[in-house]
């Protein structure tokens, strides 16, 4: 069975807010991973403001059934995060997420983005293989899904535990030429990954210690998710002791998750992912063009966190990349 002639793809404007607020209700109940999603009015704001560009797929009569996200970052750049990979219930099994695959590449060309980061779920394969043979996977974030999103009419093997998720790179443009600063114990799998990407980077082996005495960081815990999200935007003597009184204080709030995001560009930044090593963070994984180029992704999992589900992966590659980050937490 095929999409077929009914299915037009088409960006959907901010007065059609209300369609996507559906969608996502048939699709997830009241248990989206972002509740603000079940406002109408934010959604529109969402739209109107180009923060959120929004691919729809509509039957003949103008009902959405099918849609696709890319969400621009506050600090802007040339790459974007995908996702917001829907397909109405009743619709699904048609090629309809293929459709609105093809249509969110064009509109990812059209604003002028290199490439965008994906993050299929691994509770079910259906959005891994949209794009697998197009996109390079190059991380997975354990345990990031809270146990309570319900996939409507999708099976899934332990509903109520926390579920991991990809990372996938999509290249759309030509990505700048880069240096990069590896630690020894990535760059092989790093340099794989940038190959299969077809990225341009000239690596530097780097054992350099912080020249900088105080980290600068930007944080943001998400309560929904658990998890808290650090930028590190210069990197210090104090960076591990600054990232552990971060990660206490939003265990203390109820996090079990946490992220860190160190730039490829800093020559301290192996010494980073070696001091963070210490305190428990492991690799989660690459995230070309991420933010003033290439940004490796840290994580940490509370010991409460119960990571004993499967990941269901689809291809050799996430299988692969899989390996390497249970490997890295040993
Ligand atoms: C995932 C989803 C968008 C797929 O939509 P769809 O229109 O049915 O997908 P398509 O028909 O274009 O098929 C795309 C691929 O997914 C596979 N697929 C579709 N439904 C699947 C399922 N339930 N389980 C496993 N694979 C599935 C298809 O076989 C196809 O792969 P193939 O060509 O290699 O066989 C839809 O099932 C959905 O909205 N699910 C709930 C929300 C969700 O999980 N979103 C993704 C979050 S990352």
Redesign the pocket.
């Known amino acids: 069975m095929s999409?077929g002639e009914d299915i037009a793809v088409r960006l959907v404007a901010p007065e059609e807010a209300s369609h996507l607020v559906g969608l996502i209700q048939r699709?997830?109940g009241e248990t989206y991973i972002d509740p603000s999603f079940n406002s109408e009015a934010a959604v529109g704001e969402l739209l109107r403001s180009g923060r959120l560009h929004s691919i729809g797929a509509f039957t003949e009569p103008g009902e959405l059934v099918?849609h696709m996200g890319i969400t621009l970052r506050p600090h802007g750049g040339n790459t974007a995060d995908a996702?917001?990979?829907?397909?109405?219930?009743a619709?699904?099994?048609?090629?309809?997420?293929?459709?609105?695959?093809v249509g969110l590449a064009q509109q990812a060309m059209a604003l002028g983005m290199v490439g965008v980061h994906?993050?299929?779920?691994t509770?079910?394969?259906?959005?891994?293989?949209?794009g697998?043979d197009f996109g390079v996977d190059t991380g997975l974030m354990l345990a990031n899904l809270p146990g309570d999103v319900v996939?409507?009419?999708?099976?899934t093997p332990s509903p109520g535990a926390r579920t991991s998720?990809l990372i996938r790179w999509l290249p759309f443009g030509l990505a700048p030429e880069r240096t990069v600063c590896l630690p020894k114990r990535y760059r092989a799998q790093i340099e794989a990954l940038y190959a299969d990407a077809l990225l341009s980077r000239s690596v530097v082996e780097s054992d350099e210690r912080p020249t900088q005495r105080e980290s600068k960081l930007e944080r943001a815990y998400d309560e929904r998710r658990q998890t808290l999200r650090v930028a590190v935007t210069r990197i210090g003597r104090d960076l591990a002791d600054k990232v552990g009184a971060e990660t206490r204080d939003a265990v203390t709030h109820g996090g079990l998750v946490a992220h860190v995001d160190l730039p490829l560009a800093d020559s301290a930044t192996p010494a980073a992912i070696e001091a963070l090593r210490a305190h428990g963070f492991f690799f989660a994984g690459l995230l070309p063009e991420y933010r003033d180029g290439d940004v490796l992704r840290m994580q940490w999992l509370a010991d409460s966190v119960d990571d004993t589900v499967a990941s269901?992966l689809?291809t050799d590659s996430t299988r692969a990349i899989e390996a390497f980050v249970l490997r890295d937490r040993t």
């Open positions: 999409a699709c997830y099918g996702g917001m990979t829907l397909v109405d219930p619709f699904r099994g048609r090629g309809i997420a293929r459709l609105v695959a994906d993050y299929p779920v509770v079910h394969a259906a959005t891994q293989r949209i697998a996939f409507q009419e999708m099976e998720s269901i689809s």
